[in-house]
């Protein structure tokens, strides 16, 4: 099984900064890593996909990086609506996706 | 717009049985592969189970194998799942969501909350 974890587990950032969140994978996944935003009461989003891609609808201020183990989102200045918790997720051993331990972006 | 319906939820005491259901709109659901991704209260996210687009291929993950069992019915762009010998643990909110081929999950539906509890 690929366990993925994400670092930090809480990110304080202020609005208008940049956010960089981790997520590395126990064994290589190539570039088949996706990033999901949630909100609470609400289903996760697609962000990301191919590790770099963004889905369609996102802001261009949402940006993925990595390949292989190594994996960075990055969101280069904080809007109040991006406060939420980010999962990466593996689906490199499609259909049996394994998904991070979240990080929660929050305002400093 | 795309839309996707889970409903069955409930309170069920511990052995019990739910069925869920996940009702599909707004794209090809027989063009889609299907997961149930599930959400312990305050936890992260874990995928439970995946059926194709034709039904013919099915997983579980280890912690539901045996006793969940997951199927849809493309007439009615329907996905579902059968979970049986419910326990503590299973208690979460369950998401149905859609994939394309070697994609992930670009689909979700708002959830439905399962509690197993005496």
């Known amino acids: 099984e690929i366990v993925m974890t994400q670092s930090p587990a809480t990110l304080s950032v202020s609005p208008g900064e940049r956010a960089t969140l981790s997520c590395r994978a126990s064994?290589?996944?190539?570039?088949?890593l996706a990033w999901y935003q949630q909100k609470p009461g609400q289903a996760p989003r697609l962000l990301i996909y191919?590790?770099?891609t963004r889905a369609t609808g996102i802001p261009a201020r949402f940006s993925g990086s990595g390949s292989g183990t190594e994996f960075t989102l990055t969101i280069s200045s904080l809007q109040s609506e991006d406060f939420a918790v980010y999962y990466c997720?593996?689906?490199?051993?499609?259909?049996?996706?394994?998904f991070g331990g979240g990080t929660k972006v929050e305002i400093k | 717009q795309v839309q996707l319906v889970e409903s069955g939820g409930g309170l069920v005491k511990p052995g019990g049985s739910l069925r869920l259901s996940c009702a599909a709109s707004?794209?090809?659901?027989?063009?889609?592969?299907m997961s149930w991704i599930r959400q312990a209260p305050g936890k992260g996210l874990e995928w439970v189970s995946y059926?194709?687009?034709?039904?013919?291929?099915?997983y579980y993950a280890d912690s539901v194998k045996g006793r969940f069992t997951i199927s849809r019915d493309n007439a009615k762009n329907s996905l579902y799942l059968q979970m049986n010998s419910l326990r503590a643990e299973d208690t979460a909110v369950y998401y149905c969501?859609?994939?394309?081929?070697?994609?992930?999950?670009?689909?979700w539906g708002q959830g439905t909350l399962v509690t197993v509890s005496s």
């Open positions: 191919g590790a770099s």
């Open positions: 997720q593996q689906y490199n051993n499609w259909p049996v996706l394994t």
């Open positions: 064994q290589s996944v190539s570039s088949n």
């Open positions: 969501a859609a994939q394309l081929w070697l994609l992930p999950c670009v689909y």
């Open positions: 059926i194709s687009s034709s039904g013919s291929t099915i």
């Open positions: 707004g794209f090809t659901f027989s063009d889609y592969y």
